[in-house]
């Protein structure tokens, strides 16, 4: 078997392979094989049909279309190794007529067409200088994390009182912009949280001064940047009635407390527990910010072609995000892209650039996986399965079968962690140098 390769562009090839006449025979005789065993013809055993016999009465389109789902793949197979290409996608397959010499048709010839990895020349990609934040917590970050684990567990009782901020109300409200009531603004004996970072401005402090049974009317501005267009920037009136008032009664900050909500004994130790898992956190923000700016900085540093196929193939999925997030919201997609005041087109013009960066940051990180020898083991998948099923509280085996399709996903992407972690590792990292005035 030969191939010959033309070049139609930095990512795109054309296969011209010649398929023997003893290749495609060999082919059409397993496939008879194959077939023979389920024919049935009158005074032959299953399976000892000959095949002059089986053609006769069957035909021989049959073998020969068997025969071809086995060796174009096996075809094609080949000519990717014989010209070392690597393809990003399925080809686009064509039979060439078949050309006659001396009276006899010539060898089977197909043609394929196919996106292939581009040629990546690697600059310097070890040692790369950078500047890390240092991940630090402050005591107010404790401090507030406790206080959010008092308001979890406090006990919520009925006050004869007016409203107060941290307060807890029942009540009824209903929103209008320009007197038009608007989706999402209203609802019956609702319990809200009375603290002005969860609501409009101006919605949570009005209730203050409130008593249950009175009602009124709370003037609030929806923020320029919110995120339903036709809102943002308006000034609502609400129309509320409070219906009840109740107080959250705080527990002691005190050792009972600390056995109370987690498995230490003393509060001492509580706030210890805390601070190490704000640390921990700020420490996987402060690397994941690390490793951005290593990735950027590599794919500044390099140049390459990127195919077509995949970006456009990482647009859609992008798109389909945003899809999936819109329709979480009730929101259908064209009335998203009313809101947002554009066609389908160019939204997808809008996210092309974000669309060519992860390509080419995955290509970029292939390539440098490839020359580091960069494998992953049985061991190591074994153990991100592992991983997977605590973090969504499901059987080992539930996690095998979800991934009975993707784990060549699964692979990819702990190699790809293992060379960002190898690229970090060799980095040069420096204290960030604080701004000064």
């Known amino acids: 078997m030969s191939a010959t390769l033309k070049q139609i562009d930095p990512t795109r090839v054309e296969l011209e392979i010649e398929i023997p006449k003893t290749m495609l025979e060999a082919a059409e005789e397993r496939a008879f094989r194959r077939l023979v065993k389920g024919a049935r013809i009158p005074g032959f055993r299953p399976g000892h049909i000959p095949r002059r016999i089986f053609e006769q009465h069957y ?45 006899d048709a010539g060898p089977l010839r197909l043609k394929a067409t196919v996106f292939v990895r581009p040629p990546i020349t690697l600059g310097e990609y070890k040692g790369v200088e950078l500047d890390a ?77 409130m008593q249950a049974g009175e009602s009124k009317d709370i003037q609030a501005t929806f923020p320029e940047s919110y995120g339903k267009k036709e809102l943002a920037g308006k000034t609502a009136i609400f129309s509320v009635t409070v219906h009840e008032v109740k107080e959250p009664r705080l527990p002691e900050l005190d050792d009972a407390f600390a ?4 498995s230490n004994a003393t509060l001492g130790a509580l706030k210890e527990d805390v601070r190490k898992r704000l640390r921990s956190v700020a420490e996987a923000k402060a690397k994941k910010e690390l490793s951005a700016k290593l990735l950027e900085r590599l794919v500044t540093a390099h140049e390459f072609p990127l195919p077509s196929v995949m970006v456009d193939g990482e647009i859609e999925s992008l798109l389909d995000d945003t899809r999936s997030y819109v329709s979480q919201t009730g929101t259908s997609w064209d009335e998203y892209l009313k809101e947002r005041g554009k066609s389908e087109e160019q939204l ?86 604080a701004a000064t005035g």
């Open 133 to 209: 934040a240092e991940a630090v917590i402050d005591e107010g970050e404790v401090e507030r994390t406790l206080e959010a684990l008092r308001r979890q567990v406090a006990e919520v009782v009925p006050v004869e009182r007016a409203v107060q901020l941290g307060d807890i109300v029942s009540a009824d409200f209903v929103g209008k912009v320009d007197g038009v009531a608007f989706e999402g603004g209203s609802g019956e004996n609702q319990s809200l949280e009375i603290d002005v970072d969860r609501f409009v401005p101006g919605f949570a402090e009005g209730f203050v001064g």
């Open 348 to 433: 997808r013009e809008e996210v092309s650039k974000e669309a060519q960066t992860r390509v080419k940051t995955t290509l970029l990180i292939e390539a440098i996986a490839k020359a580091e020898n960069v494998e992953v083991t049985t061991a190591e998948v074994d153990a991100e399965i592992r991983h997977l099923a605590e973090q969504y509280g499901q059987p080992k085996e539930r996690i095998l079968e979800m991934l009975r399709h993707n784990v060549s996903a699964l692979i990819d992407g702990i190699r790809r962690s293992k060379t960002i972690e190898l690229l970090l590792d060799s980095a040069k990292i420096a204290p960030e140098q």
């Open 259 to 262: 056995a109370s909500v987690s």
């Open 59 to 103: 035909g021989h389109g049959e073998i020969h279309d068997r025969a071809m789902e086995d060796v174009v793949p096996n075809a094609y197979a080949l000519a990717l190794k014989e010209h070392d290409l690597d393809p990003v996608d399925r080809p686009q397959m064509e039979l060439l007529p078949i050309e006659e010499s001396s009276g």
